[in-house]
């Protein structure tokens, strides 16, 4: 989709949140005429958008035929009932950026830990002096952050991608990474095989590749060519103990780094990857590790310690939003959790691992926010909510409160969490359900933590 093709079109903007108004203001600033703004509900300043046709509520689905083409943001599925027979004419900002920027991108991709490696992927090459840009798949939208129109190069992008970015569209990559895949976003995509495939899409245009050995198996073999490069049981790059390594080099010690738990060690050791594919030098790998990695900080409501009151330790796992994700929040913190925020939207998820997780941790109190704290304990469905009881559930002993507030948890959290024990917001589940979205989730929990 070259800029070019959008002229004299008439395009539909699908979804109108911050990737929505971005769009329009990239559309206008091309010189589109011809834009509509598709959403369910529309700002109430819609009017300074001047010559720009709103169309909202019910009806605001109604006429996707009429289209040329359909920006759509990431957060619409393109398997919505109404959307699906106009998938051809479903276009997006991940595709006009890739398919109108002549520089080199890394893509970031998996479905934990794509943030970290990114962020930090992006230090370290500012740190080796290249002209480099970071796009967060979470953050400002990518026309926002690089200017197309303009021609704008740099030496490297760094692009975290999601899956909604990669469905129905193949990115031509230098670099791809690939750290895992579990179950997610299953309501949107519709199954996991769907899901994995929309990762996969990743792979198919790219140079080099960094992936880990336990997810190769989940490729098809026409998808990896003798290009690509292995993070494999061969260990070319690993840590041992406190030791990274390239081979049997050691480029790192980790007493220096705050991220110590262990996904954070992988994550560092795929970086090290990525930079030995782009800097082919044992020594100013290992020099920019030194130089990056002691200051580097965990990212926010990823896995932070937000607050300690009467020696009670508040910790912002807001960005935990699958099983996995509390799973290693959970072992992160191993003798000293004891208190669980849990809960929020269904998105399909089997939650028999974390069931397991929890009930053999020392986590003895959990906040249970609907709905899918009762699918992880079905045996507090008939238990009224904002009303703490007492369950013994396969011999162990939990307190539970069931509710709707973040207050209510928060005040449960203290009175039940003894000192110098570890109160957790790592919910194994999204948002939407009670949330706009888990930034959202997260502020609530540190403004009423900080208030009680």
């Known amino acids: 989709m070259h800029l070019k093709d959008l002229k004299n079109k008439k395009i539909a903007i699908l979804g109108f949140w911050k990737e929505g108004k971005s769009s329009l203001n990239f559309l206008q600033n091309y010189g589109i005429q011809d834009i509509t703004v598709l959403d369910k509900e529309i700002p109430e300043d819609y009017n300074r958008w001047e010559n720009i046709t709103f169309i909202s509520w019910e009806s605001y689905l109604n006429n996707l035929w009429d289209f040329d083409y359909?920006?759509?943001?990431?957060?619409?599925?393109?398997?919505?009932?109404?959307?699906?027979?106009?998938?051809?004419?479903?276009?997006?900002?991940?595709?006009?950026?890739?398919?109108?920027?002549?520089?080199?991108?890394?893509?970031?991709?998996?479905?934990?830990?794509?943030?970290?490696?990114?962020?930090?992927?992006y230090e370290l090459l500012k740190k080796a002096w290249y002209d480099t840009q970071l796009v967060w798949n979470i953050w400002n939208p990518v026309l926002d952050e690089i200017d197309i129109l303009s021609w704008e190069i740099h030496d490297f992008v760094v692009y975290e991608m999601s899956s909604y970015m990669l469905q129905d569209f193949v990115p031509e990559l230098y670099i791809w990474f690939f750290n895992n895949v579990f179950p997610c976003h299953l309501d949107w995509h519709t199954s996991l095989d769907i899901y994995t495939q929309a990762k996969h899409n990743i792979v198919k245009n790219a140079d080099y590749a960094v992936i880990h050995s336990e997810f190769v198996s989940t490729f098809q073999a026409e998808e990896i060519s003798w290009k690509k490069i292995y993070f494999d049981d061969a260990k070319?790059?690993?840590?041992?103990?406190?030791?990274?390594?390239?081979?049997?080099?050691?480029?790192?010690?980790?007493?220096?780094?705050?991220?110590?738990?262990d996904h954070n060690k992988k994550n560092i050791s795929w970086v090290i990857a990525i930079l030995d594919i782009i800097l082919q030098d044992t020594k100013i790998i290992s020099e920019l590790l030194y130089q990056t990695l002691p200051n580097f900080m965990w990212l926010p409501h990823r896995i932070e310690i937000i607050w300690e009151h009467e020696w009670i330790i508040f910790v912002d796992d807001a960005i935990a939003t699958t099983p996995e994700s509390t799973i290693a929040a959970i072992q992160s913190f191993n003798q000293t959790i004891q208190t669980l925020f849990l809960g929020w939207e269904d998105s399909w998820f089997k939650f028999e691992a974390?069931?397991?997780?929890?009930?053999?941790?020392k986590v003895q109190n959990i906040i249970a926010f609907p709905n899918t704290s009762e699918k992880i304990f079905p045996e507090i469905l008939i238990r009224d909510y904002e009303v703490p009881f007492e369950m013994e559930i396969e011999g162990r002993i939990l307190q539970f409160i069931k509710t709707r507030s973040m207050k209510k948890g928060v005040d449960f959290a203290y009175k039940t969490t003894f000192p110098g024990r570890v109160a957790l917001l790592s919910c194994a589940a999204p948002s939407f359900s009670l949330w706009k979205n888990y930034i959202e989730k997260a502020h609530d929990f540190v403004q009423e933590v900080k208030n009680y």
Do not use: C, M
């Open 236 to 261: 070319q790059y690993h840590y041992n103990d406190s030791w990274f390594y390239i081979w049997n080099d050691i480029v790192f010690w980790s007493g220096q780094i705050w991220l110590n738990w």
């Open 354 to 361: 974390l069931r397991k997780n929890i009930l053999s941790s």
């Open 70 to 121: 359909i920006l759509k943001s990431p957060w619409v599925s393109p398997f919505h009932k109404k959307i699906a027979p106009f998938r051809d004419k479903l276009i997006s900002q991940t595709q006009l950026f890739f398919e109108n920027y002549r520089g080199k991108v890394i893509g970031i991709t998996g479905t934990k830990g794509k943030s970290t490696v990114s962020t930090l992927l």
